[in-house]
Every structure is written in C-alpha cells, then in structure tokens.
Nanobody
Framework: QVQLVESGGGLVQPGGSLRLSCTAS????????MAWYRQAPGKQRELVAR???????NYADALKGRFTISRDNAKTTVYLQMNSLKPEDTAVYYC?????????WGQGTQVTVSS
C-alpha cells in the first residue's frame, strides 16, 4: 500500500520559514518524480515545485528564490524549504509521487502565514 505522509506545516508569521517533509512508503522512491502542490481556499490546486528522479528541479515562476525542493532517497523523503513566507502562501500543501502513469497523493498539511 502506497503512503505519502506530509509533516511540518503550521502557523508562521510573515517573513518566517517552514520546512515540509513527505515520507513515502510502498513505492520504489528513487524511481519517482516528487512534487509539492498547494491549494488555497477557493482556488485550484497548483504546482509549487517538482524534483525528478535524477534530481532536476522545477519551480512555479512566482516562487523561485523563496522555495527549495530536495529529496533524500535513502530516507524516501522529499522536502520543501519555504523562506520569506507571505500571507498568500497560506494553503494546504500536498505531496505527489509520479512514475509513468502512476500517481499518488498525500493527505496534505496546512500552512498558515499570518501575524
């Protein structure tokens, strides 16, 4: 059974930082491209960042320079380091694993940026 378990969300003040983690089980992690998406209230889910199985990264243009995605294949974990957080970054952040036609989602973790 495939499981993606996110952690690290919470409440942070504007300008603060958070690091999200997503630990996978039930898949050959190193084969999968991993990504973070987010969904704010009333908005569509959008791609935040993606890292390929070989470590190539892609980011939403508006987030480049503030967010960093990384992976540790030995720990079957993908991370999202978020710096200089803004209120508009408030959303549920979801982890995604993709390999060919296979795709899996985590349950999401809430990030709230507010003073």
């Amino acid at each position: 059974q495939v499981q993606l378990v996110e952690s690290g969300g919470g409440l942070v003040q504007p300008g603060g930082s958070l690091r999200l983690s997503c630990t996978a089980s039930g898949i050959i992690f190193s084969n999968y491209a991993m990504a973070w998406y987010r969904q704010a209230p009333g908005k569509q889910r959008e791609l935040v960042a993606r890292i390929s199985s070989s470590g190539i990264t892609n980011y939403a243009d508006a987030l480049k320079g503030r967010f960093t995605i990384s992976r540790d294949n030995a720990k079957t974990t993908v991370y999202l380091q978020m710096n200089s957080l803004k209120p508009e970054d408030t959303a549920v952040y979801y982890c995604n694993a993709a390999f060919g036609t296979y795709g899996h989602w985590g349950q999401g973790t809430q990030v709230t940026v507010s003073s």
